[in-house]
């Protein structure tokens, strides 16, 4: 009963189906007297022969899922205690990936197809969700990328460190930003990306189905209805680097950006002169109000 689950699924209970009684063991103190902790729930298994993942052997606990796998407790309640050491844990935190080490030397090329926000092909080939999860689960495993760990701050108030494994997850927001940097508009990328810590929270806290979720959702597609476009990426040895993007709704104008002499005269230089100036003015008026005052600070 320390974790983040036990809200999640009661609130979604909640939202869904509010007449269901909850029963949770882990809030009995009748459970917990005959199972204090993870290692009573391990030996009542091994004596009834009941076959679990958890043993002594792999002393963590792990939780999967399409998107990742994540592992806690045990050996990792040491936040000192090194994850990613090869010579100690090639079999331990390895389900879904290869530690960078043992990935291959040669780096893979691959392209991403978006229409508006969503992944609809991986390499060129047409896929559901489902198939582009598992293609990307796949190649990004094979090169060691998506692999954190982290210290994180739970719902229920503590801290908690757990080790995570999320190829696909990875190169698909990796990707996914790419695009949105060539054909999102800046004003709308900074409002998303200034809701992203709330959204994210909300999804973290259990409350999906909360109104206000609901809300975030109805500005986060609108953001997205010119998404769409390829990116090229290239995964090598745990890293996943951009090799390209292309869209038909870029808003990446070369000739405007150009160094060069400007064909289409959209940019005048000269009009940069009262840009700054203007955006330079409450420097000014605070720097004659209070400028002795700052420069007092400042020695």
């Given at each position: 009963?320390?974790?983040?689950?036990?809200?999640?699924?009661?609130?979604?209970?909640?939202?869904?189906?509010?007449?269901?009684e909850?029963?949770?063991?882990?809030?009995?103190?009748?459970?917990?007297?005959?199972?204090p902790?993870?290692?009573?729930?391990?030996?009542?298994?091994?004596?009834?022969?009941?076959?679990?993942?958890?043993?002594?052997?792999?002393?963590?606990?792990?939780?999967?899922?399409?998107?990742?796998i994540?592992?806690?407790?045990?050996?990792?309640?040491d936040?000192?205690?090194?994850?990613?050491?090869?010579?100690?844990?090639?079999?331990?935190f390895?389900?879904?990936?290869?530690?960078?080490?043992?990935?291959?030397?040669?780096?893979?090329?691959?392209?991403?197809?978006?229409?508006?926000?969503?992944?609809?092909?991986v390499?060129?080939?047409?896929?559901?969700?489902?198939?582009?999860?598992?293609?990307?689960?796949?190649?990004?495993?094979?090169?060691?990328?998506?692999?954190?760990?982290?210290?994180?701050?739970?719902?229920?108030?503590?801290?908690?460190?757990?080790?995570?494994?999320t190829?696909?997850?990875?190169?698909?927001?990796?990707?996914?930003?790419?695009?949105e940097?060539?054909t999102?508009?800046?004003?709308?990328m900074?409002?998303?990306d200034?809701?992203?810590?709330?959204?994210?929270?909300?999804?973290?806290?259990g409350?999906?189905f909360?109104?206000?979720?609901?809300?975030?959702?109805?500005?986060?597609?609108?953001?997205?209805?010119?998404?769409?476009?390829?990116?090229?990426?290239?995964?090598?040895?745990?890293?996943?680097?951009?090799?390209?993007?292309?869209?038909?709704?870029?808003?990446?104008?070369?000739?405007?950006?150009?160094?060069?002499?400007?064909?289409?005269?959209?940019?005048?230089?000269?009009?940069?002169?009262?840009?700054?100036?203007?955006?330079?003015?409450?420097?000014?008026?605070?720097?004659?109000?209070?400028?002795?005052?700052?420069?007092?600070?400042?020695k």
């Amino acid at each position: 009963g320390k974790g983040n689950d036990q809200v999640r699924f009661e609130l979604t209970a909640a939202a869904l189906a509010p007449e269901l009684e909850i029963i949770a063991p882990w809030r009995d103190d009748r459970y917990r007297a005959q199972f204090p902790g993870r290692q009573a729930m391990i030996d009542y298994c091994a004596s009834k022969k009941i076959p679990v993942q958890a043993s002594a052997r792999k002393p963590y606990s792990m939780d999967r899922n399409l998107l990742h796998i994540s592992y806690e407790a045990g050996i990792l309640e040491d936040p000192w205690y090194d994850s990613m050491n090869p010579r100690k844990n090639r079999d331990y935190f390895t389900t879904l990936s290869v530690l960078p080490e043992d990935a291959p030397d040669k780096a893979e090329f691959v392209t991403l197809d978006f229409v508006k926000g969503d992944c609809v092909a991986v390499n060129g080939r047409k896929m559901t969700p489902l198939q582009v999860m598992k293609a990307l689960n796949k190649l990004g495993g094979k090169h060691g990328v998506g692999r954190v760990d982290m210290v994180e701050n739970r719902f229920v108030g503590m801290k908690s460190r757990g080790v995570y494994e999320t190829p696909g997850g990875s190169i698909l927001t990796f990707a996914h930003r790419q695009i949105e940097s060539l054909t999102m508009d800046r004003e709308v990328m900074h409002l998303r990306d200034s809701l992203i810590p709330k959204y994210a929270e909300l999804v973290y806290y259990g409350f999906w189905f909360a109104p206000e979720r609901l809300a975030l959702q109805a500005l986060i597609e609108e953001s997205q209805k010119n998404v769409t476009g390829t990116v090229r990426v290239k995964l090598y040895k745990g890293g996943i680097y951009v090799t390209g993007r292309k869209s038909r709704f870029s808003l990446y104008n070369p000739h405007i950006a150009t160094m060069e002499e400007d064909p289409t005269k959209a940019y005048n230089q000269n009009d940069a002169t009262g840009f700054i100036r203007l955006n330079g003015l409450r420097l000014r008026v605070n720097s004659t109000v209070n400028g002795s005052k700052n420069l007092a600070k400042l020695k």
